[in-house]
């Protein structure tokens, strides 16, 4: 009976066998090691990909850096090439491919000049305009880069690249590696952008190399000195008498320094610029701007045997913009007006004996005694046209707007030629019959027009008695526009009388940062920081605070320490003669081509897909 239901036990309840377990654990171990490799595998990929990816964008960033003018398909090949090797060592290949609106859209065979990538094979880099006819050139499609025919040409670049991934575990089934691929499409800012210059006739005064306020053959010999005891000189080869002479003869034939160097380093810059694709606008800055039509009265000598008696002339001054070319994409049509003599040359007081023959000429203070004491640097005018020539002519959706102004001076001209106080070239005068008011009232009773530094508050003081404030003062030209809090310096009192050339150049700079409109500036000569008349540095803190409002659209920062004007915490000023923010200081024309070059690097790029 025992042994009967022992084996009935064996049967129904068989005992553990230990083989089984071992399978068991043998294939949960293998299904771990299958997804730790898988993981890993999976990781490896997803690490390089990503590693791939930012290569990618930042090789499409160096190539759309080299889209201007002068730089060809393979400079931007080669910079992504530099780019992807230094980030992905073992890249196995590239390409790159850009919108060439130079490409004939009629011809299936205009398909530009190849490229050879790494792998030796040939490919066709330039995609036109989107059309049905060379979309051969584009792997991914032509509708994915470049406009179409009926749109504004916009600066693509796309980038591809090609990355191999060695594998851990997928390995052992014989798939050794897997090969990555990713794009990139940069859009460089098309630039829609106005070179506004300087031509006033402290253009003509050559280049003082030394310093001392004295501009000698030696250091100059195209200069044209405004003072009397230059002359006679030799200037351009030539004998000339009086200044008037000179400069005339230099704005005429165009070799006025350092102004011919300005013409060509402008030249030079817009010449970067690429065709049919960036617009480019140019417009002059002297006495022009000019609103209003008006006659001004003037006074000279005239000498009739041995009776000299005082004639009044009238001299008409007339409206003008400053344009010197519209804004364009054609780049030739650019560099063809700025190097014609006519269009752009260095601006001439008339003399008074050119509205009446009769005037005497006076050879001891040639400035100031023969010409009419007009001011003739606009900087707000200017600014003005150069706002309004990008609002009105400009498409922000496909560019940026950029304003470049260079100039040698501060501010001493306005707009309106005449306004009810009969003052020209100065905006606000004084009160009728009572006389000056600025900055104090009772002060020293001094016209803005006869005094320098002429149409600007002097700045710094002239005498004991004499209260004048010792900063850069910023004053609002009406009671109703008192009520913003910029106008003034923190503590100053609102005297609208005291509104000046340098204030409405500082009205003109805040129009263009409410239009979101960058403006590079460029401190031309020695004359910006250390000016003879009125405060040494007045040309320098203009060309600052506008580079800094127009900045970024951010009153809180100011590289150029522009900020005191409205900050109870301002940013520091940077010496006197130094680079800061969007400002430039150019001493002489040798420096004038690396601040130019220096402009066009810091217009920058995006990444758009």
Request: proline share 7%; charged share 20%.
């Amino acid at each position: 009976m025992r042994r009967w239901i022992g084996r009935l036990r064996n049967r129904f309840f068989p005992r553990p066998q230990g083989g089984q377990a071992i399978i068991i654990v043998a294939l949960a171990f293998i299904t771990l090691l299958l997804f730790v490799g898988l993981t890993t595998d999976a990781a490896l990929i997803y690490v390089s990909y990503n590693r791939l990816r930012r290569a990618v964008d930042a090789a499409s960033v160096s190539a759309v850096n080299q889209y201007r003018e002068g730089r060809t398909i393979d400079d931007m090949y080669n910079a992504v090439l530099e780019t992807l090797q230094i980030q992905l060592p073992g890249l196995e290949n590239a390409r790159v491919y850009w919108c060439d609106y130079n490409r004939n859209l009629d011809d299936p065979t205009d398909l530009g000049p190849p490229l050879t990538d790494l792998l030796g094979q040939t490919f066709y880099p330039h995609i036109p305009r989107d059309d049905t006819v060379h979309l051969q050139n584009d792997p991914t499609g032509g509708e994915t880069l470049c406009a179409s025919p009926l749109d504004p040409p916009r600066k693509h670049v796309r980038v591809m690249a090609w990355l191999p991934v060695r594998l851990v575990f997928l390995r052992l089934v014989g798939r050794d590696q897997i090969t990555l691929w990713a794009q990139s499409e940069a859009e460089a800012a098309v630039l829609q952008m106005v070179i506004l210059i300087d031509t006033s006739e402290s253009m003509a005064y050559g280049v003082d190399e030394n310093g001392d306020g004295i501009v000698t053959e030696q250091e100059d010999p195209d200069a044209c000195p405004p003072y009397a005891s230059a002359y006679p000189r030799t200037a351009h080869g030539r004998q000339f008498y009086t200044f008037y002479e000179c400069i005339k003869a230099c704005s005429t034939e165009g070799w006025c320094s350092p102004f011919e160097d300005v013409r060509s380093a402008a030249w030079e810059f817009a010449a970067r610029m690429r065709d049919q694709v960036d617009w480019v606008g140019v417009y002059h800055l002297d006495k022009t701007p000019v609103l209003t039509q008006s006659v001004d009265i003037a006074t000279c000598t005239v000498t009739s045997g041995t009776e000299t008696i005082t004639k009044t002339v009238y001299m008409t001054i007339t409206p003008s913009s400053g344009v010197v070319i519209p804004l364009t994409t054609t780049r030739q049509a650019v560099l063809d007006a700025i190097a014609n003599n006519d269009l752009l040359h260095v601006y001439v007081k008339p003399a008074k004996w050119e509205f009446d023959p009769d005037c005497d000429y006076t050879p001891t203070n040639p400035w100031s005694d023969n010409y009419y004491k007009w001011t003739s640097t606009n900087i707000g005018g200017g600014l003005r046209e150069a706002v309004a020539e990008l609002v009105n002519n400009g498409n922000r959706e496909i560019g940026i707007w950029v304003i470049v102004l260079l100039s040698d001076g501060a501010a001493n001209a306005t707009d309106v030629a005449a306004d009810e106080n009969g003052w020209y070239t100065c905006p606000s005068g004084p009160p009728p019959a009572g006389g000056y008011v600025c900055p104090v009232p009772g002060s020293d009773g001094r016209d803005e027009r006869w005094f320098s530094p002429r149409c600007r508050d002097p700045e710094l003081p002239d005498g004991t008695t004499d209260v004048l404030t010792t900063t850069v003062s910023r004053h609002c030209p009406s009671d109703e526009s008192c009520d913003r809090p910029w106008y003034t310096n923190l503590g100053d009192v609102y005297l609208p009388d005291c509104y000046d050339a340098d204030d409405y150049a500082r009205d003109a700079a805040d129009l263009a940062a409410a239009e979101q409109i960058t403006v590079f500036t460029i401190g031309f000569g020695r004359l910006v920081t250390n000016a003879r008349r009125g405060r040494a540095d007045a040309g320098e803190r203009l060309l600052r605070y506008i580079a800094d409002v127009t900045d970024d659209g951010n009153n809180e920062t100011a590289p150029c320490g522009s900020d005191f004007y409205w900050s109870s915490e301002p940013d520091p000023m940077p010496p006197p003669g130094t680079d800061c923010g969007n400002y430039y200081y150019a001493p002489d024309p040798a420096h004038l081509e690396d601040v130019f070059e220096a402009i066009a690097s810091r217009i920058f790029s995006r990444i758009s897909r």
